[in-house]
């Protein structure tokens, strides 16, 4: 399906099933107006038959077109929402899933910049205000431009007059509309002024201690609640303004059936059921034009979801970009050079260039803020490049393990069968039992909680490691691999880490109070202080 | 196991009728607004039905070929739909103005509950707090604005209506009546159609939202794993699972939906034809006076307008389950806070405030998570000598942070006591005395000056200047064009981190507090700001109490103590060595 196109998540809500089901909505509404015009002609046509002396009038013709039209109102309104909400919905779950597809595909440094709630209000309930402008904006407008056309076709059988009025009409609805647009064009000022605001209620809520502890938080408080104020008072006009309009609206309802009536009844000089016919045909395309407002605006605002997600997409980097490195590795060693460390208070800039032979250690040591995690990430961004040649299978012979390195709600198994699909129960036994995962009572079943939260510092660390023992990378790179761990399950899990992955070359940023764990195992060191 | 997970989040009974409780509450501010604009609706009802009065008089008077009568009619007919309009206008203003009011009530107790001016008893989550704030008040308030009118002028439209039509042609009211019959069983249908399928649906929606979260929380994790195309399987399948959900729910909603629709085209059509048939003469109720035309218009007329309040309520009640969700998550951050003064006497207040630095000193010190039994720390007995500063160093989640705010007053231990002494008073740590300075602050779109005095609402120009020398920001803000009273933040000049921080100690500097507390307060700077910032921060605490949470080496070579905070233990080391 349209998902499998990643990035490109630019498929249409519009499709050949979708134009069934807004033929479909088309004959509901068709009926709905014929059912009362019909209705009302064929009483007045009884009330002059019944009034006429030996009249020929026969009411199964009519009769029989007021049952047709209640029955296919029934049938076709029916079926029109549930095909119509078929399509909406898989599309909705198409552009929901390709959202992912093309975040995955994005840069790092443009990925990294995007908040997660954003992203989530992004692919949750703007997509869904996409997919759902077929029933809400797309349909209703469908219907109008059917119902309206047809309305007046038919009026222009019965009478001219009333066909131009209507006709002038069904035309001022469609001017009205635009002006509604025009005037209430405030939802993108609208939706700017609440991000700002979010933002502001953030860093407030935030720096909560900061504003309790010196007594400002009234004045604080007072300012959001203006802030708060103003944007809605400013919604408010916006809505007022809308009011206005469905007003006029109104008013030009009123006059239309006034002048539609009389149109036929003094200029045209038709008889009762005519009039009475005309007269509700016209009130039904006006009640279909009543929507049309509310559907212009779902398709703005469908328009403006989708520019938003697109631009998501198109925008800058965060601004941090890793830094220059080159490097490489291949069957006999890994390296890297060129690589400019910036000054800082305990050391003048310098560039630095390493080798490590196959199956060897690097550990990169020092203090926090010296930059060995920026040095990581760029060895690993680099790294990656070098050896996928085009191939995005290779990514998993080079892993880097970040300190914050995610974990999956679910159980352990199931993080780890993200690393490699087909291990067993028992590998994964095994893999726990070896980095003494099994003293804590933790094995495959064990729910990690949200983000990894039911684990320990110390559990979780061992939880990264056992995911990439599953993986077995060529080279793998780890932030604080002993971090919340004791001196001798740190050794320990090191020892372990190089038992099972024998030919793999490993990468390790650490503090220096704990690389003593590593020491004595035959590894290079690169000090950064 | 996903399932018990999503099941539990729906939330118990309990909260749910809390929440409820809630949202009946929050209507009451724009209630008498809504009346007004209930009246209205009922008005703009009367108004439509004098209209199709005077089309039926109307179609009358040209079988008739009475010309005076249908150019009145006609007038009438026009009058009486510009009132209505006017009408349903009036009405929406009222609905509007009742929905400001409730919103804003709404928002006034937000404000106060998750930024109190006293004790803080959870700690609200930044994102969630302002999407309460922004967007979910405005869903609370939609939902009552919608229904609450509705409620009253439904039945009374509904009234109207039948009695209009009794009033002109008994037998066809009649009709109504029997096919509002089928109404009560047909919402109760509604009803246990939507339940059953509603649960099914939100669990779906969760698991796809909770998926979706994860998937942009550990996207890196993913690529790195090689598992980005697994995933977008997985997520695609609870994609299509909550389509299938939802798929479920609409169709029964239909099901519901067809029956009304049946009810309302059924009715329209047994009128038409009874009305006809009695016009022609083939049909004859006994005691019932014969039809004319203009009444048996008018009741064709009235019909589908009867049904239209109940389809109007049917369309709010999907408003509700919004609604509802939304009321759960704000009743639960409205328990957050308290805006009740301490006890505390004004006279130690005053002492502590100005006189000399404060000593901290902690006794039995035991701090437990709310809501869970995990015990973050415990404290025998410690202090924080007068004019000193106090580095608290340890891993992030230690506990460095919980530990200044018990420091600083924004929390209770669970156990034990904190004091704060000076030689002629001693008081429990009190909110709104010490200067706090975290990795957040408030930067308002205003003046510096204003930015400044945040800190004391009376502070003098002179009295920020000075402050912003001793800041080290100075030499920044003579360069600005209008000096202090030059707009930063959002719409003016843009504040870096380090500056924002340094604004953050004017503004204590102003506020004249002897006990500082700082939260990692060089943490996100580059090196050579730190070094800045430490040094400012060094000048402006001069004669004042520091206790500094960090991880910077830099910051905890200046201090002169330094607890090491590891597994819920303080390690007390001399600064040398931990240096």
Excluded at chain 1, 139 to 161: D, K, L, Y
Excluded at chain 2, 58 to 84: C, D, E, K, N, P
Excluded at chain 2, 501 to 515: C, E, F, K, S
Aim: glycine share 8%; net charge neutral.
């Amino acid at each position: 399906m349209s998902a499998q196109q990643p990035g490109r998540a630019r498929t249409r809500v519009v499709s050949p099933l979708a134009v069934f089901g807004l033929a479909l909505a088309a004959i509901a509404e068709l009926s709905s107006v014929g059912l009362v015009g019909l209705s009302g002609w064929f009483i007045s046509a009884s009330a002059v038959a019944g009034a006429t002396l030996y009249s020929t009038f026969s009411y199964v013709a009519p009769s029989g077109g007021v049952r047709s039209f209640a029955l296919a109102r029934i049938a076709a309104n029916y079926c029109q929402r549930l095909v119509l909400h078929a399509v909406a919905l898989r599309h909705l779950s198409g552009i929901r899933t390709g959202f992912f597809s093309s975040l995955a595909d994005a840069p790092a440094n443009r990925s990294r910049r995007l908040r997660t709630g954003d992203l989530l209000d992004r692919s949750m309930s703007d997509t869904e205000t996409e997919s759902m402008v077929l029933i809400r904006g797309i349909a209703p407008v469908v219907t109008f431009a059917i119902v309206a056309a047809s309305g007046v076709a038919v009026a222009a059988f019965a009478t001219t007059a009333g066909a131009v009025v209507l006709a002038a009409a069904s035309l001022a609805a469609v001017l009205l509309t635009v002006v509604r647009e025009r005037v209430k064009r405030t939802t993108a000022d609208a939706d700017a002024g609440r991000r700002s605001l979010r933002a502001e209620a953030v860093t407030a809520v935030d720096a909560w201690p900061e504003m309790a502890s010196l007594g400002a938080i009234d004045r604080l408080r007072e300012r959001i609640l203006a802030r708060l104020t103003t944007v809605a008072d400013v919604e408010q006009t916006a809505r007022a303004r809308g009011f206005a309009t469905d007003a006029a609206f109104g008013v030009l309802a009123a006059i239309t059936l006034g002048a539609v009536a009389y149109a036929a009844a003094i200029i045209d000089h038709r008889d009762a059921p005519t009039v009475a016919f005309v007269a509700l045909l016209a009130a039904g395309v006006l009640g279909t034009a009543a929507q049309l407002g509310a559907a212009v605006e779902s398709i703005a605002l469908a328009k403006l979801a989708r520019r938003s997600r697109e631009r998501l997409m198109e925008g800058p980097g965060d601004g941090q970009e890793t830094p220059h490195i080159h490097a490489w590795w291949d069957s006999h060693e890994l390296g890297f050079n060129d690589y400019r460390l910036p000054a800082n208070p305990y050391r003048a800039a310098r560039d630095v260039a390493v080798r490590v032979k196959r199956g060897g250690t690097l550990l990169v040591v020092g203090r926090s803020g010296t930059g060995k995690t920026t040095l990581l990430t760029a060895l690993a961004e680099q790294l990656r490049q070098s050896s996928a040649d085009g191939r995005p299978r290779a990514r998993t012979r080079v892993s880097y393990v970040p300190v914050d390195d995610f974990l999956f709600t679910g159980t352990i198994g199931s993080n780890m069968r993200l690393a490699d699909p087909g291990v067993t129960i028992k590998q994964v036994e095994s893999a726990l039992a070896d980095l003494r995962l099994d003293r804590a009572d933790i094995s495959a079943g064990t729910p990690v909680g949200v983000g990894g939260r039911e684990l320990s510092g110390g559990e979780q660390t061992r939880m990264r490691i056992a995911r990439m023992l599953v993986a077995h990378p060529d080279v793998l790179i780890i932030d604080e691999p002993t971090a919340g761990l004791d001196d001798q399950t740190a050794k320990h899990v090191l020892g372990v880490l190089r038992e099972r992955l024998p030919h793999s070359t490993f990468i390790f940023a650490m503090h220096p109070f704990t690389e003593s764990a590593v020491h004595g195992q035959g590894s290079q060191i690169l000090t950064l202080d | 196991m996903t399932d018990t997970k999503a099941a539990d989040a729906i939330g118990s009974a309990e909260q749910t009728a809390v929440a409820e409780e809630w949202l009946r509450r929050a209507a009451v501010p724009g209630r008498a607004a809504l009346r007004v604009s209930a009246a209205l609706l009922a008005a703009g009802t009367v108004l439509a039905i004098a209209q199709w009065w005077c089309l039926a008089v109307v179609a009358q008077a040209v079988m008739s070929h009475t010309g005076a009568l249908i150019v009145w009619g006609v007038a009438g007919l026009v009058a009486a739909a510009i009132l209505a309009a006017a009408a349903t206008w009036a009405s929406r203003r009222f609905e509007a103005a009742g929905r400001a009011r409730i919103v804003g009530e709404i928002r006034n107790s937000l404000a106060v509950a998750l930024l109190p001016r006293g004790r803080r008893t959870t700690d609200p989550e930044p994102a969630a707090s302002a999407h309460a704030l922004v967007e979910l008040a405005d869903q609370v308030a939609d939902y009552h604005a919608r229904v609450e009118p509705l409620r009253i002028s439904a039945p009374v439209s509904m009234v109207a209506i039948f009695v209009a039509t009794a009033l002109v042609h008994w037998p066809a009211a009649i009709v109504l009546l029997l096919s509002s019959a089928l109404v009560p069983l047909n919402m109760k249908l509604a009803g246990i159609f939507a339940q059953d399928g509603n649960d099914r649906h939100l669990l779906a929606m969760r698991r796809l939202s909770a998926m979706m979260l994860e998937s942009f929380h550990g996207l890196s994790t993913l690529i790195n794993l090689g598992a980005v195309d697994r995933r977008r399987r997985d997520i695609d399948a609870a994609s299509r699972e909550l389509t299938a959900a939802n798929l479920a729910v609409v169709r029964r909603a239909f099901l519901s939906g067809l029956i009304m629709d049946v009810v309302v085209t059924f009715s329209i059509a047994a009128n038409a034809t009874y009305i006809g048939l009695s016009l022609l003469g083939y049909v004859r109720v006994p005691g019932v006076p014969p039809i004319s035309l203009a009444a048996g218009l008018f009741v064709l007329l009235l019909c589908p307008m009867y049904f239209a309040p109940l389809r109007s309520m049917a369309a709010a009640f999907h408003d509700r389950e919004r609604a509802t969700t939304a009321a759960k998550a704000i009743a639960s951050m409205l328990s957050g806070g308290s805006d009740g003064s301490e006890t505390q006497s004004p006279r130690a207040a005053e002492l502590l405030a100005k006189a000399e630095p404060v000593t901290v000193s902690l006794r039995g010190v035991r701090y437990q998570v709310p809501d869970g039994d995990r015990q973050l720390f415990a404290i025998p007995s410690l202090q924080v000598e007068a004019g000193s500063w106090t580095a608290v160093t340890g891993v992030s989640g230690a506990g460095k942070t919980t530990l200044l705010s018990l420091i600083g007053g924004l929390r209770e231990p669970t156990d034990g006591t904190i004091e704060w002494r000076t030689s002629s008073a001693a008081a429990r740590p009190m909110v709104g005395r010490s200067a706090w300075i975290g990795q957040q602050t408030v930067i308002l779109e205003d003046t510096v000056a204003e930015n400044v005095r945040l800190g004391r609402t009376d502070a003098t120009d002179a009295e920020i200047t000075e402050a912003l020398r001793a800041a080290g920001l100075e030499q920044a803000v003579t360069a600005l064009s209008r000096g202090i009273h030059t707009i930063i933040g959002d719409g003016g000049w843009g504040v870096s981190t380090g500056e924002a921080r340094r604004i953050a100690i004017a503004r204590a500097l102003v506020g004249g507090a002897r006990l500082w507390i700082l939260d990692e307060p060089t943490s996100h700077l580059d090196p050579e700001s730190e070094l800045v910032v430490l040094d400012a921060l060094k000048r402006a605490t001069r004669g004042s109490t520091v206790v500094v949470a960090t991880h910077s080496a830099a910051v905890v070579n200046v201090a002169d103590a330094v607890w090491n905070l590891e597994e819920g233990v303080v390690e007390v080391r001399s600064a040398l060595e931990a240096a």
